[in-house]
């Protein structure tokens, strides 16, 4: 069974910074893209950032590109986002989906983390 | 590409049929678009993929088409349990999706 299992979610003031983690099982990590989407509460989904399966690039979503930075470890099968320069807009849900096919990287996502809590707020 | 779904909330009795729409800014290549379900509370739930490709155990009063710019996703008769909020989401470049359709009890 497929599982991704977000944390590090916490209240963090503005401009301080936060990385989140993705621990993956249940599916060969290293075959699959996985990418990060946030959900500030009561509003709709955002895309964030994908890392390829190969882990030769990486996209940003342009409300954060030069803050947020994603990285996997395929050895721990874990996911990351550094996240700086935090603002109230970065309050959010955030979510680790993984692609449904492998060997692709702009796919639908057949899985999702039950997501992390980030709270920006003084 | 900008994504936007309508109309922004759907009131609907159990029994009616839903008609979800999914319009976009610029062509969906390869009619690459899905839809999820989220519930209160959860994550979402792939439903369709492909525009038209039922994701694996999802009932068949669930339905997609479209191509292009314009997509749909049809809720044949509506079950207690399909009263959510519905997304669609365009692959065919960086990923985006659309602001969402509530399905509520009338």
């Known amino acids: 069974e497929v599982q991704l299992v977000e944390s590090g979610g916490v209240v963090v003031q503005p401009g301080g910074s936060l990385r989140l983690s993705c621990a993956a099982s249940?599916?060969?990590?290293?075959?699959?893209?996985i990418h990060w989407v946030r959900q500030a509460p009561g509003k709709g989904l955002e895309w964030v950032s994908l890392?390829?399966?190969?882990?030769?690039?990486?996209l940003y979503a342009d409300s954060v590109k030069g803050r947020f930075t994603i990285s996997r470890d395929n050895s721990k099968s874990s996911l990351y986002l550094q996240m700086n320069s935090l603002t109230t807009e970065d309050s959010a849900f955030y979510y680790c989906?993984?692609?449904?096919?492998?060997?692709?990287?702009?796919?639908?996502?057949?899985?999702w983390g039950q997501g992390t809590l980030v709270t920006v707020s003084s | 590409i900008v994504l936007t779904q309508s109309p922004g909330t759907l009131s609907l009795s159990p029994g009616d049929r839903a008609t979800l729409s999914c319009r976009a800014s610029q062509s969906v290549a390869g009619s690459y678009l899905a839809w999820y379900q989220q519930k209160p509370g959860q994550a979402p739930r792939l439903l369709i993929y492909g525009a038209s490709s039922r994701a694996t155990g999802i009932p068949d009063r669930f339905s997609g088409s479209g191509s292009g710019t314009d997509f749909t996703l049809t809720i044949s008769r509506l079950e207690p349990e399909d009263f959510a909020v519905y997304y669609c989401q365009q692959y065919s470049g960086s990923p985006g999706f659309g602001q969402g359709t509530k399905v509520e009890i009338k």
């Open positions: 989906a993984k692609v449904a096919l492998p060997y692709g990287d702009l796919l639908y996502f057949d899985s």
């Open positions: 249940g599916f060969t990590f290293d075959d699959y893209s």
């Open positions: 890392f390829s399966w190969d882990g030769t690039s990486t």
